[in-house]
C-alpha cells in the first residue's frame, strides 16, 4: 500500500486491524502508560504530568484539505513511530463511552459538565487505557491507567481500593455511569516538540459509532457513519500556540470547531437531539 490516504474504509477494511502487529505498551510516568516509543509521541495532556492541562484545537477538514495537510505534517514534524503502512501510515483507535441512564454527560448537567470517561484500545491490542478528561478554561487534561483486558470484569465487582484501576471504578459508580456507546477511527499523528513542550497534530477517518451496553472495547465494524466526507483535524500543545501552528491555520484557512465525537455519535445514533445542548469539544 502507498502511503498516500486510503480511500474511505469500507466496513470490511476495519476487519485488517485483526492482523496488524501489536505495538509494545510501556509506562512513561507514575501510572501513565504509552504505546508509542518515546514519551515525545504522547499527547501534550499526558507528557511528562499525567495531569498536565494541555489545549486542544479541533478542525473539520474535507478530504482534499486533510491530505495537504498530512503532507504538511510530513515535512514540519514526524510521524508516530507505530503507525501502520498497511493502514496507510494510521492505527485504529476504539473506545467506549460512558454516560448515565439520562444522557447526564451529554447533557452537560451539574457534576457532568467537565469530565468524560471512556475506555480506549489501541488496534487489537489486549491491554485496555480507563480514561477520565477533563476540560477547563480551554485545557485539555487526561488521566488513564492500562489493564489488562480481563480485569474490566472488575468494574461490575465490588470496589477494591489494591487495584490500579479504583480510582476510575470509584467514579463510575458515585456517578452511575454505564457504557452508553462506542466509536472507532482510523488515525494518522504526527509529534514535535518546542521550549514549552511537545505538540501533536492528528488526522481521524472513517469514523463510526454504535450504542453499547456491555464493556466491551471492539471495532465497530458495521455502526453508523459519523461526519461523512469529512477529517478530523486535531491539534495539541502545552501553553502558547506554537508558531508552526498558527502558520498552518493562516495557511490553509483554518476555522477551529467545537465537535465532539461523542455526542456527535450520540445525535447520528437517534439517542440525543442533534445540536442539544452545547458542545464544549471534548
Known amino acids: ?23 509494545a505498551i510501556i509506562e512513561v510516568s507514575g501510572g501513565a502508560y504509552t504505546w508509542q516509543q518515546s514519551e515525545e509521541a504522547l499527547s501534550p495532556s499526558l507528557w511528562k504530568n499525567r495531569e498536565e492541562p494541555a ?5 473539520q477538514l474535507d478530504p482534499a484539505k486533510a491530505e495537504l495537510i498530512r503532507e504538511w505534517a510530513r515535512e514540519h514534524l514526524t510521524p508516530d513511530p507505530h503507525s501502520l503502512p498497511e493502514l496507510g501510515h494510521a492505527y485504529f483507535v476504539h473506545g467506549l463511552y460512558f454516560d448515565t441512564p439520562a444522557f447526564d454527560v451529554y ?11 471512556r475506555l480506549r484500545r489501541y488496534g487489537d491490542n489486549d491491554m485496555i487505557f480507563l480514561e477520565q478528561k477533563r476540560k477547563k478554561n480551554g485545557k485539555v487534561a487526561k488521566r488513564r491507567v492500562l ?3 480481563t480485569d474490566l470484569e472488575r468494574l461490575h465487582a465490588e470496589l477494591d481500593p489494591q487495584w490500579e ?11 452511575e455511569l454505564v457504557p452508553s456507546c462506542l466509536i472507532s477511527y482510523r488515525r494518522q499523528a504526527f509529534f514535535g516538540n518546542n521550549a514549552e513542550g511537545p505538540l501533536r497534530l492528528t488526522l481521524d477517518r472513517d ?13 465497530v ?8 466526507g469529512s477529517v478530523l483535524l486535531e491539534m495539541k500543545y502545552r501553553k ?20 465532539s465525537k461523542y455526542r456527535h455519535a450520540l445525535e447520528v445514533l437517534g439517542r440525543a437531539p442533534i445540536g442539544g445542548g452545547s458542545s464544549d469539544g471534548v
Open 107 to 117: 447533557q452537560r448537567s451539574p457534576r457532568y459538565k467537565r469530565k468524560k470517561y
Open 55 to 59: 489545549f486542544e484545537l479541533k478542525f
Open 221 to 228: 465494524i458495521a455502526g453508523m457513519q459519523m461526519l461523512p
Open 240 to 259: 502558547n500556540m506554537p508558531a508552526l501552528f498558527r502558520s498552518l491555520m493562516l495557511d490553509f484557512g483554518l476555522n477551529p470547531s467545537t465537535v
Open 147 to 149: 489493564v489488562a483486558e
Open 165 to 175: 484501576g479504583h480510582w476510575f471504578h470509584r467514579r463510575l459508580a458515585a456517578r
Open 1 to 23: 500500500m502507498s502511503d498516500g490516504i486510503v480511500p474511505p474504509t469500507a466496513i470490511g477494511d476495519l476487519a485488517t486491524m485483526e492482523s496488524a502487529p501489536r505495538p
Open 207 to 219: 469514523l463510526r459509532g454504535q450504542l453499547a451496553q456491555q464493556l466491551k472495547v471492539e471495532p
